[in-house]
């Protein structure tokens, strides 16, 4: 169960960065912080102009990707851990003695 939740993760998050990457979108991210207002509802980013709403949309998109990321990175922990349980065949102890 958790295998196919982190496949299911790991092909949502492909599919979100098909367009780009999370590290492309949050280093858009950090030049908008550092680069110029052109008016008080826009940035220039390298010579492009960004919306507020289309900064807000690359948020968004970095934020989904790193919730992705984390959920994949929580259930390969989560299937080396029941792995290892899985290998481990602890019997439960008799507490009838």
């Known amino acids: 169960m ?3 939740y982190c ?3 790991q092909f949502l998050l492909k599919k979100l960065e ?3 990457t999370l590290e492309a979108d ?3 991210l950090d030049q908008s912080n550092e ?3 052109v008016d008080k509802d826009s940035t220039l980013v390298n010579g492009i102009k960004l919306s507020f709403e289309q900064k807000m949309a690359v948020v968004y998109r970095s934020e989904r990707k790193k919730i992705l ?3 994949v990175e929580y259930a390969q922990v989560m299937q080396m851990f029941l792995d290892q349980v899985s290998e481990l065949d602890v019997k439960s102890p008799d507490f009838d003695k």
């Open 2 to 4: 958790v295998k196919k």
């Open 7 to 9: 496949e299911l993760c």
């Open 18 to 20: 098909k367009k780009s």
């Open 26 to 28: 949050l280093e858009l």
């Open 35 to 37: 680069d110029k207002m």
């Open 69 to 71: 990321k984390a959920n």
